[in-house]
């Protein structure tokens, strides 16, 4: 025993020699990096041998070869092959700040279409008095929509007739089509004579292609395609201050820009030749083209018309400019701006000019007669009749040529240095302004323009204030931010909401704008809109426009943000306010906007209450107008369903009468969204409410013999919902009802309607009332018949609806149907197919189990999994292992004949190439091996331990700790006396594998060996033990919890086997090394062992070791008390006047982290010994601790303060109290802070305790101080 | 209170004791903290009723008495606040 013990002496000190040199205890002082982190011993354990280039590997020739051979066919290191590398400007780890238009889709992206409508009239503040002709009321509001449903129908009937002429025409048109293109080529020349030699010329010089030599001189076709652009409203007239493209600020809003950005060479835009050089354009126009027949239909110069070779493809140009060429526009098929979008994708940029655009478009509309009059004075003035011969020009082409140029003919004039503009490099942004992008140009320019304040009107130097506070949001640094957005709401009803929004709205419609920059904007919103409250009325449906499209945002946290703004901006605005400015939406004539109104509508009942909007609903869905208007109106109740959910339940009944003559409708499409509305409802209100559903129950069943399609499927959907809702009586006749149809519809080639079939199915099969035997009769053949066929498994959403579908028909006619039916595919060749079949039998048998299935069909089953499992090539998501799991574990004892098939097939498995195929191998025996102990099959087990034990030399981390965990699996079960190959061989084989730094491998390794060190240390010897124990002091610092846990466990374990001295001593040893993150994990340990081995045995080692007098090794002992006393809670009274001493020398040291860690031992000390008789000790404490709380370090303070709170736990609250009241009243400020703050946790901790304990006051001339009640005695 | 204490747990835990009523802080006065006290002495009274049948007993009123006397106390417990003594 002496000798054993000295040799175990020799190795502890060996090993400890060996870590001193390795850590090299460096002086306090000194600095030194957590060298075991950063060097790469981490990686040890790692294979280093994988050739690091393709030339290493061809060196050493054929063994090589044969080695990449191998390697090639591994698929298990992938994850290690993708590690997510920095790519330069993203290292930090963080998602890089993406614009919100790079991920929305084109329906999203129509939010940019949408016009911020001027303010419009409150008729709450005007009263009786008539408003002002200029401000927009409710009645103009409406009006324009009307007009604005005519403009587009009419539209629609020219383009319609159009089309038919043009296809009548196309027969003619062909036969002269030659003659014709040039026919039209001249007289295309023929309005513009002067271009006439410039083209030709142009065309014969093709080497100015250049933007700067060519178009200034010759405003050439292709620049006058270009001009709509409103930043170049002003380049438009050809005059002589034109700039020359390269000296502008680039603001996004140029189309000339939107060619540099990458985004223009989206298809759908042709980027190429618009803008940059007319040369090319010139040879485009030049080929005739069959397009050229339009542009004699009409006269109008159509230029950009004929650009376009196809009438799919929309060149910018042609997209710009639908308002001011609307002839141009309706030949190019594209009438209006709103259908332009669903041409494919355009730029920010684009989208920012086209929203420009019309803004300008509407702000320049002629002036009409009222304005005039009353812009000019009465007298004076004489209205002059015009020329019988004037026509007006409509065209804005034609407008421009009819300006007269200078100097008659265009030559070439120098342009006009403007010395006033920005160059490339942005101007530093003056008093501390944040830094400005280019698109913020657009915005913020006026910030950077150097005119004093002073010279500014107020108006526009509150303007400049919001501005500044913006950009301060929207750019600035978060302390910026923070000041930037108080003074915004602060100071919001002085800046008024009208110079607020006006400012506010149009950034976030910038195309360019980003996730963050939008929150950020939107919070400035949410938190004016509280401050102005009703001064927001007249901009409700301004802010309705930027904000709607957050509702249907991809991102969840925007549509949150959208809820919360429109929903108090209806508690600020109110309800009659926001229908009238949502009412002309509803019938717009944009989907979009009709879509994103009734979710705002939603929101708005949600906020205000559904009763509130009940009548307006009510009108609404019964419009006489408009179908559009119906539908909206229905759509909001499904909104309202979805939102709200079980809320609705008090108003099922009215919300279902709203809408319920909808099922009969004239317009399929309101019929449909009828039908999804109810279907919305039910699944809000399940299970309650069936009876509200009565009324419409007739017209659905009846509906669903009568409707074919989209409707059809809308209304199968509604029934699914309502029959779950029924009594059991009910649910049966009605899901018979409608199983014709679904049966029916179970050929549907539409994949939707294939969906809606299989959940309907679903949730009728699921309904109590449905009986078995009627599924198996009259839904099983054809069900599986039409769904159980490979197509099914390809797509990712029919497969899961499918595998829930049979799962739930299998609850209802049980196991030994629904596998028998599908056993023989697990051999189909499709592997999708067999995957799928595979899931459904592992839910299906998980739920039910497998007492159903007979001898046949489990030998059918096992060889069917056996099947799939060695055939399948991928398997990411186990699907394949779950299942040969569930079903062995199901079948239990029945398995045993298999077992040696399927232990074959591992073992087989195991030795395979590819590290994915042994990985899986590896797991599958950590899921059979309870099940294999059932069937006695020790024996096999423990073939298959030493087949493990053999591959742990596994080079892959993740295969490996498959194995390690197989290997823990086998031990579980079989015990630790039974196993082979033997623990004592086992053990070593582990122990530098504990090195590995892998998670799953250091997880998996910790857990056996914490297994092992539990209930089988003494197969191993001391000295393997220790040298584990070297090894688990680095695992104290993996990441993962779990990890940490098991390894202070073993720890625990270790030392009860082989007795807490040795362990300790290094333990102890180890507190002296440099690195906190060591030492803390050693300190855990210590009062791990400490808690396992009894107290007694590790504190008189322990206190000893804080005569060191080395900082680091006393705060070391102090932590590993604190430790101690929380892990051995009311054991603690037996060691309390022990350490003592030792806590009262520590809080009285000057060392604040001393005394921090003491205050914490004594916080941990006093709750474990609360209430048993250790008060003496505690109050002696408190003497100690109570100096300490001025301190102003914060952790030391909080330390402190929860040492009292221990001590509070522990003493009474009296105790603490009399301390207390000496500071309360203190006449420093200092001290009654403190007090105060000390006095506030006691009193939050006990109040009531406390009633007993206040000092007796007295009561003064008029204040009653004293407590009477409590003099009372009996 | 230090720029450095603005941020750290100690703030926190002051705002959280803020939330609580009958807290109090450097600058309460000798009125505030008693009619604390008083009403804290009322509440716990009028919760245990162990205490409230004591009371009811000594003054020989109904306990439903005792507790609406109490609750009535509460409101204003120690008479109005006293004039501020201007500094």
């Known amino acids: 025993m002496e000798v054993d013990r000295s040799a175990v002496d020799n190795e502890i000190k060996k090993s400890l020699d060996e870590r001193r040199n390795a850590e090299s205890v460096a002086p306090v002082s000194s600095v030194t990096f957590d060298s075991d982190l950063y060097e790469d011993n981490r990686f040890e354990g790692y294979v280093r041998s994988i050739p690091v280039n393709e030339d290493e590997g061809e060196a050493d020739g054929d063994a090589a070869l044969l080695f990449r051979r191998r390697m090639s066919s591994y698929t298990g290191p992938k994850s290690l092959i993708d590690i997510p590398r920095a790519d330069g400007e993203d290292d930090s780890g963080f998602k890089k700040p993406s614009r919100i238009i790079d991920r929305e889709d084109e329906y999203r992206r129509r939010r940019l279409d949408r016009i911020i409508s001027p303010a419009r009239n409150d008729p709450f503040t005007s009263g009786e008095t008539t408003p002002d002709a200029s401000v927009r009321t409710y009645a103009d509001v409406m009006r324009e929509q009307a007009l604005q449903r005519q403009k587009e129908e009419l539209l629609k009937a020219v383009a319609k007739k159009h089309e038919e002429e043009k296809s009548n025409k196309t027969a003619a048109a062909a036969a002269a089509e030659a003659p014709a293109a040039a026919a039209s080529q001249k007289r295309r020349n023929r309005w513009d004579q002067s271009q006439d030699s410039d083209s030709s010329s142009a065309a014969k010089k093709t080497k100015s292609s250049s933007d700067w030599d060519a178009p200034d001189s010759t405003p050439g076709i292709g620049r006058w395609d270009a001009t709509p652009t409103p930043a170049r409203v002003g380049d438009a007239t050809p005059s002589i201050s034109r700039r020359n493209r390269w000296d502008e600020t680039p603001t996004p809003g140029r189309l000339a820009d939107s060619d540099a950005t990458p985004a223009a060479a989206t298809p759908g835009a042709t980027p190429a030749g618009m803008t940059w050089d007319a040369t090319p354009k010139l040879g485009v126009l030049a080929t005739p083209t069959p397009k050229r027949q339009r542009s004699r239909w009409d006269e109008t110069p159509l230029s950009m018309g004929s650009a376009t070779p196809l009438p799919g493809v929309g060149t910018p140009a042609a997209a710009f400019t639908p308002g001011i060429t609307p002839i141009g526009g309706v030949d190019l098929a594209t009438p209006t701006p709103g259908a332009i979008n669903l041409r494919g994708p355009m730029t920010p940029e684009q989208y920012n000019l086209l929203k420009w655009e019309r803004d300008i478009e509407e702000r320049n509309r002629p002036l009409t007669d009222e304005e005039l009059d009353a812009m000019f004075p009465h007298e004076g003035y004489k209205i002059l009749e015009p020329p019988s011969s004037y026509v007006p020009i409509r065209t804005p082409a034609r407008k421009l040529l009819a300006t007269p140029t200078p100097l008659g003919t265009p030559l070439y004039s120098i342009p006009e240095e403007n010395r006033g503009q920005q160059f490339d490099v942005p101007k530093e942004a003056p008093g501390g302004l944040p830094f400005m992008k280019p698109e913020d140009y657009q915005y913020f320019g006026a910030l950077l323009n150097d005119e004093e304040e002073e010279q500014l009107s107020p108006e526009e130097q509150k303007e400049r204030k919001i501005m500044k506070l913006l950009l301060k949001v929207k750019n600035g640094t978060p302390p910026q931010r923070k000041t930037a957005l108080r003074q915004l709401t602060d100071k919001a009803r002085e800046f008024g909401a009208g110079p607020l929004f006006n400012k506010i709205l149009p950034l976030l419609m910038q195309p360019t704008l980003e996730d963050q920059e939008r929150h950020l904007l939107v919070k400035v919103i949410d938190r004016v809109l509280y401050k102005l409250d009703e001064l927001v009325r007249p901009f409700v449906h301004k802010i309705l426009v930027v904000i709607e499209p957050l509702l249907i945002d991809e991102d969840y946290y925007a549509r949150v943000e959208g809820r919360e703004i429109i929903s108090n901006l209806s508690k600020a605005a109110g309800l009659a306010t926001m229908i009238a400015a949502m009412r002309p939406d509803i019938d717009n004539i944009d989907e979009y906007v009709r879509n994103t109104t009734a979710r705002a509508f939603s929101v708005v009942a949600s906020a205000l209450g559904i009763p509130a909007l009940l009548p307006f609903l009510k009108a609404v869905c019964q419009s006489k107008k408009s179908w559009q208007a119906r539908h909206t109106g229905i759509k909001i109740v499904q909104q309202i369903a979805i939102l709200m959910g079980c809320a609705v339940l008090p108003h099922l009944r009215s919300l279902v009468e709203i809408i319920e003559h909808g099922l009969s409708d004239e317009n399929q499409k309101v019929r449909t969204i009828t039908a999804l509305s109810l279907a919305a409802l039910a699944e809000a209100a399940a299970p309650y409410g069936i009876e509200s559903f009565d009324s419409v129950l007739k017209p659905l069943w009846k509906g669903i013999r009568s409707h074919r399609g989209k409707v059809l499927a809308a209304f199968l959907k509604a029934i699914g919902f309502i029959i779950p809702l029924m009594d059991a009586l009910y649910a049966s006749y009605y899901t018979k009802e409608v199983m014709v149809i679904l049966i029916r519809e179970f050929q549907s080639p539409d994949e939707e309607m294939k969906k809606i079939v299989l959940k309907v199915v679903k949730q009728c099969v699921s309904t109590e009332g449905v009986e078995a035997d009627y599924i198996r009769n009259d839904i099983l053949p054809e069900f599986f018949r039409n769904f159980w066929v490979r197509r099914m498994a390809l797509d990712r959403r029919n497969y899961k609806q499918l595998v829930d579908t049979t799962v739930e028909i299998a609850n209802k006619v049980g196991v030994a149907d629904i596998v028998g039916r599908i056993v023989e595919d697990l051999k189909d060749e499709s592997e999708p197919y067999r995957r799928m079949v595979m899931e459904t039998i592992e839910k299906v048998v998980s739920n039910l189990g497998a007492s159903d299935i007979d001898a046949r069909l489990e030998e059918l089953l096992i060889d069917g999994i056996l099947y799939a499992f060695q055939e399948q090539t991928s398997d990411d998501a186990n699907v394949m292992l779950n299942g040969f799991g569930a079903v062995v574990n199901a079948l239990g004892q029945r398995v045993k004949p298999y077992l040696p098939q399927i232990c074959g097939t591992i073992k087989w498995r195991l030795n395979n190439k590819s590290a994915k195929v042994r990985q899986q191998a590896a797991d599958l025996i950590s899921r059979i091996a309870v099940v294999m102990k059932q069937c006695h099959e020790e024996q096999l087990m423990g073939h298959l331990g030493v087949v493990l034990y053999e591959y742990l030399g596994e080079e892959y981390p993740e295969v490996l700790g498959s194995i390690l965990g197989a290997l823990k699996a086998i031990v579980n079960v079989i015990g630790m006396t039974k196993m082979t190959p033997p623990i004592k061989d086992l053990l070593p084989r582990l122990t530098p594998i504990l090195k590995n730094r892998h998670e799953k491998v250091q997880e998996n390794c910790i857990d056996l060996v914490g297994r092992i060190a539990d209930r089988g240390a003494e197969f191993v010897p001391a000295r393997e033990w220790m040298r584990i124990c070297f090894e688990l002091l680095e695992m104290l610092k993996a990441h993962k919890k779990g990890i940490r846990r098991a390894t202070v466990n073993t720890f625990g374990y270790i030392a009860k086997a082989i007795g807490p001295q040795d362990v300790l001593a290094t333990l102890l040893n180890n507190l002296k090394v440099q690195e906190r993150q060591n030492r803390v994990c050693t300190t855990v340990a210590i009062a791990i062992v400490a808690e396992t081995c009894s107290p007694f045995t590790v504190l008189p080692a322990l206190m000893n070791e804080y005569r060191v007098p080395e900082l680091n090794v006393q705060n070391g002992v102090l932590k590993s008390l604190s430790f101690l006393f929380e892990y051995i809670g009311e054991m603690g009274k037996d060691y309390i006047y022990a350490v003592t001493p030792l806590l009262e020398d520590a809080l009285m040291d000057r060392d604040l982290v001393h005394r921090q860690t003491a205050a914490s031992a004594v916080k941990h000390l006093a709750l474990g010994v609360a209430g048993l008789g250790c008060e003496d000790a505690l109050i002696h404490l408190l003497n100690y601790v109570w100096p300490n709380i001025f301190e102003t370090s914060p952790h030391v303070i909080n330390a402190v303060m929860e040492a009292i709170e221990g001590l509070r736990v522990a003493l009474g609250p009296a105790v603490i109290l009399n301390y207390c009241l000496q500071g309360l009243f203190h006449p420093a400020r200092k001290v009654r802070e403190v007090y105060w703050k000390i006095y506030n946790s006691l009193y939050i901790g006990a109040q009531d305790a406390l009633v007993a304990f206040y000092p007796m006051l007295n009561d003064e001339e008029n204040n009653i101080y004293s407590r009477p009640e409590l003099m009372m005695f009996l | ?87």
């Open chain 2, 1 to 87: 209170m230090q720029v450095s204490d603005r941020f750290n747990i100690n703030s926190q835990l002051e705002h959280l004791q803020a939330k609580h009523v009958g807290t109090g802080h450097s600058d309460v006065n000798r009125f505030e903290w008693a009619v604390n006290i008083q009403r804290d002495s009322y509440a716990s009274y009028v919760g245990h009723y162990p205490m409230l049948a004591y009371f009811a007993i000594a003054e020989n009123e109904s306990i439903g008495r005792e507790r609406y006397n109490f609750m009535q106390k509460m409101l204003l417990p120690c008479g109005l606040p006293p004039e501020k003594e201007d500094d």
